[in-house]
């Protein structure tokens, strides 16, 4: 169950000599959520209304977070990072116990550090990981419901790693964009994209400069065809090539989605992020 805050417009802070910027390390369960980003309609529950508001209980002023990366409904993060201004001094637990306490049960902050005031978390990243989970388990688990993707059928993992590696590099993702992407162009750097199994589990690692809107569950939809003795790695760089989402396969649900780091430059000293294995799912691993 998620806890529904009333979210409030809160104007953006602007930091000023006084102020403090501080980087979080979120986690939440998004199966509650109609993603990260505050919506329109204050009756839709938002991982940043839920954060924003506990933020200006603990801030004793009007907060609002900055984000890595916007999640979409049902999808999950271990290792998300926000950032805000804090306009009066507050220690480091008031900030992570302070927030815990308010959030309600579905997000949890990890840890919070203290950054410079030209600290974007977003524009101040670097690479961004996500994890999807895939099950091929029958019959599916009723404690990984929201947690995981189910597939019908066997999925061959060290078929669709060997196929992804094609997707390295920098290359154009066009057929791997959904129809809704703002981004002026395609190109972005695929640092390392692994897939293995775990146990009943399917893990689909990606690591990329930055991602396009859908792009790694439409990679993921892609990569179950392979794994289904559908496509190669041949027919994957032909459908990447073509640049063109219509002649690509369904995209992966939401669910079994989940952003697990954002790296920054060293020189800033965050901590490390907690693993993404899937709630309860370390009995079926």
């Known amino acids: 169950m998620v806890c529904r805050l009333r979210q409030v417009p809160l104007p953006v802070t602007e930091a000023t000599g006084k102020e403090q910027r501080w980087a979080l390390a979120v986690e939440y369960d998004g199966s509650g959520f109609a993603g990260f980003q505050r919506q329109k309609s204050s009756a839709l529950p938002t991982v940043q209304g839920a954060l924003d508001s506990a933020l200006s209980q603990v801030g004793a002023a009007p907060i609002q977070c900055a984000v890595a990366g916007r999640t979409d409904a049902g999808v999950h993060a271990t290792g998300q990072v926000v950032h805000f201004d804090a306009p009066e001094p507050r220690p480091v637990k008031a900030w992570v116990r302070g927030v815990n306490s308010l959030a309600g049960p579905a997000i949890t902050v990890h ?32 404690l990984l419901r929201d947690r995981v993707t189910y597939v019908p059928g066997a999925l061959e ?17 066009s057929s791997f964009r959904a129809a809704g992407c703002q ?8 640092r390392h994209l692994n897939v293995r199994r775990v146990g009943a589990l399917v893990s689909v690692e990606v690591e990329a400069n930055a991602f396009l809107l859908h792009m790694v569950r439409n990679i993921v939809g892609a990569l179950i065809e392979v794994g289904r003795g559908r496509g190669d790695g041949v027919w994957l760089d032909a459908l990447r090539a073509a640049e063109d989402r219509r002649l690509a396969p369904p995209t992966a649900p ?14 800033l000293g965050l901590p490390p992020f907690p693993s993404s294995l899937p709630f309860g799912a370390g009995a079926f691993c």
């Open 111 to 142: 840890w919070a550090h203290p950054v410079p005031s030209d600290f974007h978390a977003r524009f101040s990243a670097q690479w961004r990981r996500y994890r999807y989970w895939l099950s091929d388990a029958q019959p599916p688990r009723a």
């Open 157 to 173: 993992a060290s078929a669709m790693h060997e196929a992804a590696q094609v997707l390295l590099g920098e290359r154009d993702f």
């Open 254 to 267: 939401p669910q079994g989605l989940y952003l697990e780091a954002v790296g920054y430059e060293a020189a």
């Open 183 to 190: 981004a002026r162009h395609g190109r972005r750097f695929m």
